[in-house]
């Protein structure tokens, strides 16, 4: 970036919150499968989880930019964002599809922490990459809609208040386009879990805090609806360039982390009598890594500049989450390998960054999935499905 960096303040800001927060912490957690209530307590009260909420809402009103270097930071700092950092950006739909009641009754207690709006529940078991095929389903009756039905992987889902959740509202039969016919709740999880919503955590290798969905007759009323019925995948659909590059800008993070402690510990180890990054084979990965982590960077900033612009942006999100996804992974096994055997130590630095990073190339949308886009929507290509 030519010229001094303009989020120069807001990154020192991030780092002196994350400076509370080591690699120690982390681990910890990490060893426990514990969520990190103080860390995204921590970011909450410093308002950076309500960046993307206007002004006049309570939030600080800042771009997707913005928002992007906050969780850029966490991750090079060694944290992990996604304990919180639907928080940031779920409300989306609510601020660009709610009604200027449900925005009034919502977004204030979002912005000052009061209600956790970070739980959003679209996958299913028979259902993950092609969204149009789930089967939850939302029937109205008078003034509510009873839904049933099972999401898998609602991440956060113990640690919100809310959670936004998409249904089918039409029968995929009886819809024109596929697509139509789903549509978008918010949920009010207090009052409702153990009852008529159940949750069933699932183990990963990363600690992620995710977990099935049951619902069993759960009621919505109809003012909770957000967006026309019939239309929630298109609700979703513009909130997922936001994520796309959040989640670019984290991996970013991931792969400037795994390059600062590889490097400092290539300049450090010494064998053979000399420090080993004096090595051309360990110097080269490094440098490989460093080159795509600066291109994907660049790609997450046009595709934020397009989005703060209200410019379409879906191939450069698209693109971010891609490359940077790709960059972050051939950081974390450059640093692996720079590491040799004490990469594989809990102790060290890299293993569980390494296993954090892998996930962005599957979720929230996977590689192969952003390629067919690429294909279907910018070359031109036939469809593939
Ligand atoms: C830790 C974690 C947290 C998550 N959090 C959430 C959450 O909070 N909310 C939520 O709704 N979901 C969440 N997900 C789900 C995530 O979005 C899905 O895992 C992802 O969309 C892929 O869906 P799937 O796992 O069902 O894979 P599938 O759709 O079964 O695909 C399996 C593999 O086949 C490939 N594939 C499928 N179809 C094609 C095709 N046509 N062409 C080429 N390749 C194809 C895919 O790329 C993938 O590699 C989370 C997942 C994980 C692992």
Same mark, same amino acid.
């Given at each position: 970036m030519p010229g001094p960096d303009p989020y120069r303040e807001l990154r020192e800001g991030v780092r002196k919150l994350c400076a509370r927060f080591p690699d120690t912490y982390w681990r910890e957690l990490d060893e426990q499968q514990a969520y990190p209530e103080a860390f995204v307590r921590a970011m909450t009260e410093a308002g950076y989880l309500a960046a993307l909420i206007p002004p006049e809402y309570g939030g600080a009103g800042l771009g997707v930019a913005e928002a992007s270097v906050i969780l850029e930071e966490v991750h090079r700092c060694g944290g992990n964002a996604a304990a919180c950092h639907a928080q940031m950006y779920v409300m989306g739909a609510i601020l660009r599809h709610g009604t200027p009641e449900q925005k009034q009754r919502y977004l204030p207690p979002i912005a000052r922490g009061e !209600? /956790? !709006? &970070?739980a959003f529940a679209v996958t299913e078991p028979e259902a993950g990459s092609d969204t149009?095929? =789930?089967?939850t389903t939302a029937v109205r009756r008078g003034d509510r809609y009873v839904i049933s039905g099972q999401k898998v992987w609602t991440s956060r889902v113990e640690h919100s208040d809310l959670m936004l959740l998409l249904a089918r509202t039409t029968p995929p039969d009886q819809v024109r386009r596929r697509g139509e016919g789903l549509s978008l709740f918010v949920v009010d999880l207090r009052g409702n879990l153990g009852k008529t919503v159940h949750v069933r955590p699932i183990r990963t290798m990363i600690n992620h805090h995710t977990a099935e969905v049951f619902l069993e007759d759960l009621e919505v009323p109809v #003012?909770? /609806? =957000? %967006? #026309? #019925?019939?239309?929630g995948f298109r609700c979703i659909l513009d909130g997922m360039n936001v994520e796309r590059i959040l989640i670019a800008a984290e991996c970013v993070g991931d792969g400037d982390y795994f390059l600062d402690r590889a490097v400092a510990y290539a300049k450090e180890r010494r064998v053979f009598g000399r420090p =080993? %990054? &004096?090595n051309q084979g360990v110097q080269f990965p490094l440098a490989q890594a460093y080159a795509r982590v600066r291109a994907a960077d660049l790609m997450r900033f046009r595709a934020a500049e397009l989005y703060d612009a209200g410019l379409p942006c879906g191939p450069e999100a698209n693109m971010a989450k891609l490359l940077a996804a790709e960059a972050s992974w051939e950081a974390a096994n450059a640093a692996l390998q720079t590491y040799g055997g004490y990469g594989f130590a809990r102790e060290y630095p890299v293993e569980r960054k390494f296993r954090e990073t892998r996930l962005y190339q599957v979720a929230p949308v996977s590689t192969n999935l952003v390629l067919a886009y690429l294909a279907h929507n910018v070359l031109g290509l036939p469809r593939s499905y």
């Amino acid at each position: 970036m030519p010229g001094p960096d303009p989020y120069r303040e807001l990154r020192e800001g991030v780092r002196k919150l994350c400076a509370r927060f080591p690699d120690t912490y982390w681990r910890e957690l990490d060893e426990q499968q514990a969520y990190p209530e103080a860390f995204v307590r921590a970011m909450t009260e410093a308002g950076y989880l309500a960046a993307l909420i206007p002004p006049e809402y309570g939030g600080a009103g800042l771009g997707v930019a913005e928002a992007s270097v906050i969780l850029e930071e966490v991750h090079r700092c060694g944290g992990n964002a996604a304990a919180c950092h639907a928080q940031m950006y779920v409300m989306g739909a609510i601020l660009r599809h709610g009604t200027p009641e449900q925005k009034q009754r919502y977004l204030p207690p979002i912005a000052r922490g009061e !209600l /956790r !709006l &970070q739980a959003f529940a679209v996958t299913e078991p028979e259902a993950g990459s092609d969204t149009p095929s =789930i089967r939850t389903t939302a029937v109205r009756r008078g003034d509510r809609y009873v839904i049933s039905g099972q999401k898998v992987w609602t991440s956060r889902v113990e640690h919100s208040d809310l959670m936004l959740l998409l249904a089918r509202t039409t029968p995929p039969d009886q819809v024109r386009r596929r697509g139509e016919g789903l549509s978008l709740f918010v949920v009010d999880l207090r009052g409702n879990l153990g009852k008529t919503v159940h949750v069933r955590p699932i183990r990963t290798m990363i600690n992620h805090h995710t977990a099935e969905v049951f619902l069993e007759d759960l009621e919505v009323p109809v #003012e909770d /609806r =957000i %967006g #026309e #019925e019939g239309q929630g995948f298109r609700c979703i659909l513009d909130g997922m360039n936001v994520e796309r590059i959040l989640i670019a800008a984290e991996c970013v993070g991931d792969g400037d982390y795994f390059l600062d402690r590889a490097v400092a510990y290539a300049k450090e180890r010494r064998v053979f009598g000399r420090p =080993i %990054g &004096q090595n051309q084979g360990v110097q080269f990965p490094l440098a490989q890594a460093y080159a795509r982590v600066r291109a994907a960077d660049l790609m997450r900033f046009r595709a934020a500049e397009l989005y703060d612009a209200g410019l379409p942006c879906g191939p450069e999100a698209n693109m971010a989450k891609l490359l940077a996804a790709e960059a972050s992974w051939e950081a974390a096994n450059a640093a692996l390998q720079t590491y040799g055997g004490y990469g594989f130590a809990r102790e060290y630095p890299v293993e569980r960054k390494f296993r954090e990073t892998r996930l962005y190339q599957v979720a929230p949308v996977s590689t192969n999935l952003v390629l067919a886009y690429l294909a279907h929507n910018v070359l031109g290509l036939p469809r593939s499905y």
